[in-house]
């Protein structure tokens, strides 16, 4: 129902061509999060944004070294994340104008990994984060097209995992959180 809405706003005159910003997270590449977005300023203060992404890490361990760090023995040798996260966000801002300011945020979330564990056998995990939360946040002008995007906000997730394809269970039932960031956008 909110992607029928957000593709209804899109699509309609409710979102005229006003202004349109390319975005993407430039320090989730550290992380092996690869993510970008989309925002459409439909009127003097309000927006709808859409971001996605990819994820994909891989951390090789070295057993000895883990070993004497944790006094245990494990036979971990190495973990692989991959996956993809979609996020719509409504955007209203308490400047003056629309895409430079201050503005308050509604989100919902969607991340959806499978993470590889290597041992001594292969075992698949894999993890569903649904959620949503509120931000704060400041639009402005890194030049005349360069713009950038700081927020953070309180969020909350339910989580469920499945090892395997047969043993599945809920992390808990909304787990809060904060989330946080900055984006760096083209302006069209």
Not at 42 to 54: D, I, K
Not at 111 to 124: D, K, L, P, Q, S
Not at 162 to 174: I, N, R
Request: overall charge positive; glycine content about 16%; cysteine-free.
């Amino acid at each position: 129902m909110l992607w029928a809405l957000l593709g209804g706003l899109w699509g309609t005159g409710m979102l005229a061509q006003r202004s349109l910003v390319v975005k993407a997270n430039p320090f989730g590449l550290v992380a092996g999060q690869f993510q970008g977005g989309v925002e459409r300023l439909y009127s003097e203060r309000a927006g709808v944004q859409l971001t996605a992404g990819f994820v994909r890490s891989r951390l090789e361990l070295n057993t000895s070294d883990l070993e004497s760090l944790l006094g245990v023995s494990t036979s971990l040798n190495s973990v692989d994340w991959q996956g993809v996260v979609v996020q719509p966000e409504w955007r209203q801002y308490i400047s003056a104008q629309a895409g430079k300011g201050m503005y308050v945020g509604a989100f919902a979330r969607a991340r959806i990994i499978r993470r590889i564990m290597v041992t001594n056998f292969t075992g698949i995990q894999r993890r569903t984060a649904i959620g949503g939360g509120a931000v704060l946040g400041g639009q402005f002008n890194i030049t005349e097209r360069i713009t950038g995007d700081l927020f953070i906000g309180p969020q909350v997730k339910s989580v469920t995992t499945v090892y395997g394809d047969h043993f599945a269970y809920g992390e808990g039932t909304w787990l809060p959180g904060i989330r946080f960031g900055f984006l760096m956008g083209w302006r069209l």
